[in-house]
DNA sequence: TTCACTTTTTGACTTTTGTCAAAAGATAAA
DNA sequence: TTTATCTTTTGACAAAAGTCAAAAAGTGAA
């Protein structure tokens, strides 16, 4: 029942009254105190070391996690090799929209890069949650909204930038991700060969 | 106020009880007869002819429109070059997501390509609509979950498909699409030239 | 430090795609 | 029909990016 069970049995996975999760949900709408309590009771902290993964391709995902700390990536496979398809940062959420929201089995991969905490939901006590207090779903709603813009965004950039300008990019906007990712890995979420980023690189 | 009024002056804009959106938005949730009734008294239809604008760079988006006959376009400038950033059905819905939920001025302009029969929502109605039921955030946010959806595949297919293959998954997903859209404004949205896709579809 | 392993860089070459210009085809109005 | 206009195709060449292989650099454990 637990997906991360059998891939991370070292971790701690203890229910804590934490709210993280309610001070970044609050940036959104406000939350009266009966449901932010409630959602703190719902939440559970996780504590995954690098190289874990947090979905696996063929599973559903359950849970929507917030990362408190830490560093991760989803990934897919295009023969054979793995392809980025987004980064994870610090109070980002981090799970893979389409078999979350749909709850079909996931397409990507999620990887934690760094070791992470996570403050986790899980699918059906989210959905408790939307029903008992409909103002979750305007902050879901506000929150999909920013993210939907976000990938406008990429979608652009992969539509009429030259590889060396999506770097610049980068480079400019997000200077900490060519610190944290790895070159290859940067690479394919361009959407260029890792020798066409070490060329690019080496000519700024 | 109205954006569309400077634009397209010999334009029918007439308040209507059409039942147009209410019957799009209910394949999400249900609507009590109240707010069915209170939404459909908000709609206003619009014929736009073709090659209208239906929204112009630098304007904020103030309608969100359902489209239920005709065809639109979404578009760009990029070196005074126009970029096709979508296309839109009968039964699509219409706006430019950034400058509608910002309202904020948009980057985007919008063109009506066959002349088409919208049902608009002004964005403070629909405001009105979220506050007074609640139940519309979980349809808003159904919404754009379908929606983001979409755009995780155009980036997937923008990141990793070489020109040929994005064109081919086209024409296995949307031939409607490349009966009613130019060549110059598919190419566009593939994000290649015009000749590279017109010798693609030379060797088909 | 040394060794094994992974990541990044570089070189040589190929393939893909873009650009510019001109021709051909299609469309609509006079 | 003729003309003007717009769209699509084709050719010749240039630029961007990919591939394969090998070297160099970095990392971490023994």
Chains 1, 2 share one sequence.
């Not at 709408?29 to 009771?41: D, G, H, N, P, Q």
């Not at 391709?57 to 295009?78: I, V």
């Not at 506000?142 to 480079?171: D, G, T, W």
Request: hydrophobic fraction near 40%.
């Amino acid at each position: 029942m637990f997906l991360f069970k059998p891939l991370c049995t070292s971790i701690n996975t203890e229910k804590t009254n934490m709210y993280f999760v309610t001070e970044i949900l609050k940036q959104f709408a406000t939350i009266s105190e009966k449901a932010k309590i409630e959602l703190a009771e719902m939440v559970i902290k996780r504590e995954l070391p690098k190289g874990t993964l947090l979905l696996e391709e063929g599973k559903t995902c359950k849970y929507l996690n917030f990362l408190e700390s830490g560093f991760a990536r989803a990934f897919y496979y295009q023969d054979g090799k793995k392809i980025t398809s987004w980064f994870a940062f610090e109070n980002d959420i981090v799970a893979s929209m389409y078999s979350f929201t749909t709850q079909k089995p996931s397409f990507e991969n999620i990887e934690i890069i760094e070791n992470s905490v996570f403050h986790s939901i899980y699918f059906e006590q989210l959905e408790k949650l939307y029903r008992k207090y409909p103002e979750f779903n305007l902050i879901g709603r506000l929150l999909i909204e920013k993210y939907f813009i976000e990938l406008e965004e990429r979608i652009l950039s992969l539509q009429i930038q030259p590889a060396k300008e999506r770097y610049q990019k980068i480079l400019k906007n997000q200077p900490e991700l060519l610190q944290r990712a790895s070159l290859g890995h940067i690479a394919s979420y361009l959407g260029i060969s890792q020798e066409t980023l070490s060329r690019i690189r080496a000519n700024i």
